[in-house]
Each structure stands twice: as structure tokens, then as C-alpha cells.
């Protein structure tokens, strides 16, 4: 008799969401990632579309050390909302922008490595920004897919996202193409929304104002009409007419 080997299944491949590394080198860097994460967030809610920042991109089913973390990633036609990690064979989609917050330390990793890779994977534009100014002049330099190649963006702006791009000191700034109207980030959202709370305020009080001023007018109305009757009472008990003369 012989013997069938006994089959073991294979455990599942484990795909990390973390490596225990800082998300950013520096204060500047975090806070430009934070800024941008939040500004294009804002702008894309309510499309078909996510946001991610610092979170491993899986671009190989089965290789789970085959991974980059961009610093910020868009990525059209998938579900809003966030992910733990982003396995671009589940989703079935390529992030369409990507970000860099790069650095001098960083700087040759994200224009060798990461640039080469998402030009491979097919990430329609790639953009480097140092929010320091330590080395990258400008410092807000994109890269276009055409065809297969990448080659440098020197109109500003993103096709993709349909916006105006450029450097404003520490962080992007993003201006809508239809309008020109800056997207606000979240200090000047906040400021926005408390001055808008102030003006909603004073025009209530405006209103309540005015409300006052017209109900006062009325009963001013109403004793003069009053006043003016009780006379022509008066007088026609004096058996005066006051509708003659």
C-alpha cells in the first residue's frame, strides 16, 4: 500500500499596512503631506475616487515585499474612502497622481527608484515637492506620462486632476482650472467657515433689525389711525361732521 503524502495548505500571503518607519523625515514634510491629503480629499468627495497618503501601494500579486509608500496617491474609478493598504490587483486601477515630498536624503531614491517605477506602472503624473527648498529648484517640478515615457510638466498644471499647481513656500497650492478659485486648506477652511458663521450672525441681526424698525412703524401706524379716530369721535358727539371741511 502506499502511502499519499498529507497536503499541507499554504498560509495566506500577508500584505503589511505598516514598516514601523516615521511617515515623514521632518515637520515640513508631515505637514505638507497632511496639507495636500486634506486639500484633494475635500476636492474629490463625492466622485469615484480615493485619496491615500503613506500607505503601502502593492503593484505585484504574491510579492508582498514588491510595495512603495507614496508620500500622497490618487486614484480614480475605485470606491471613496480610505484602505488599510492599496493592491492595485484587487482595485483594478493605477494611481493617477502621485506625490513626493522628497528631500536631500530622499532625493535620489524618488528620482531614480519611485520615478522609474510609477512611469512602469503606468501613473499618469508624478509630482516632486520640496517643501523645504533644500535642493530642488523649482521646488514643485511634475512629470506627464506620454506614452510610455515620463517628460517634465511646464504648463502647472495636473491634467488629471484638472487644477493649478505651484509652490506656495512649505506647501502646494491647488487652484480649480473652470474658476481659478484657490482650494482652501484647513486653516483657511476653518477661518472661512468661522467668517461665514459671522456674516450668517450679522445679517440675522440685520434682519431681526429691520423686523423691529417695521413692527415699530406699524404700531405707530395703528395709535395714529386710533388717535385720529377717537378725534372724529369727539367730534361728532360736539355734533360736528368731520367729514365736511
Not at 58 to 86: C, E, K, S, T
Request: charged letters at 25%; aromatic letters at 10%; hydrophobic letters at 35%.
Amino acid at each position: 500500500m502506499v502511502a499519499t503524502p498529507s497536503t499541507t495548505p499554504k498560509p495566506p500571503i500577508l500584505y503589511p499596512s505598516s514598516d514601523g518607519e516615521p511617515v515623514a523625515e521632518t515637520y515640513a514634510h508631515l505637514y505638507a503631506l497632511l496639507v495636500t491629503l486634506e486639500v484633494l480629499q475635500q476636492y474629490l468627495s463625492g466622485q469615484q475616487a480615493t485619496v491615500l497618503a503613506n500607505q503601502f501601494l502593492y503593484y505585484a500579486q504574491g510579492f508582498p515585499r514588491l510595495r512603495v509608500a507614496p508620500d500622497v496617491m490618487v486614484i480614480f474609478d475605485v470606491a471613496p474612502g480610505g484602505r488599510d493598504n492599496y493592491k492595485i490587483w484587487e482595485e483594478g486601477q493605477v494611481p493617477s497622481v502621485v506625490f513626493e515630498m522628497t528631500s536631500a536624503s530622499t532625493r535620489n531614491y524618488d528620482e531614480s527608484f519611485k520615478y522609474t517605477l510609477y512611469e512602469q506602472l503606468g501613473v499618469q503624473e508624478y509630482w516632486l515637492f520640496d517643501p523645504r527648498g533644500e535642493w530642488l529648484d523649482p521646488p514643485l517640478q511634475g512629470y506627464r506620462l506620454r506614452g510610455e515615457t515620463y517628460e517634465p510638466i511646464t504648463d502647472g498644471r495636473s491634467a488629471p486632476l484638472q487644477l493649478r499647481l505651484q509652490a506656495d513656500g512649505p506647501l502646494i497650492s491647488f487652484y480649480r482650472e473652470d474658476s481659478g478659485e484657490k482650494l482652501l486648506i484647513p486653516a483657511e477652511l476653518a477661518q472661512a467657515v468661522e467668517q461665514e458663521a459671522l456674516q450668517r450672525e450679522q445679517a440675522e441681526r440685520q434682519a431681526e433689525q429691520a423686523r423691529q424698525r417695521a413692527e415699530a412703524e406699524r404700531q405707530r401706524a395703528e395709535a395714529a389711525e386710533a388717535e385720529l379716530a377717537r378725534l372724529q369721535e369727539k367730534l361728532r358727539s360736539l355734533g360736528v361732521d368731520p367729514s365736511e371741511g
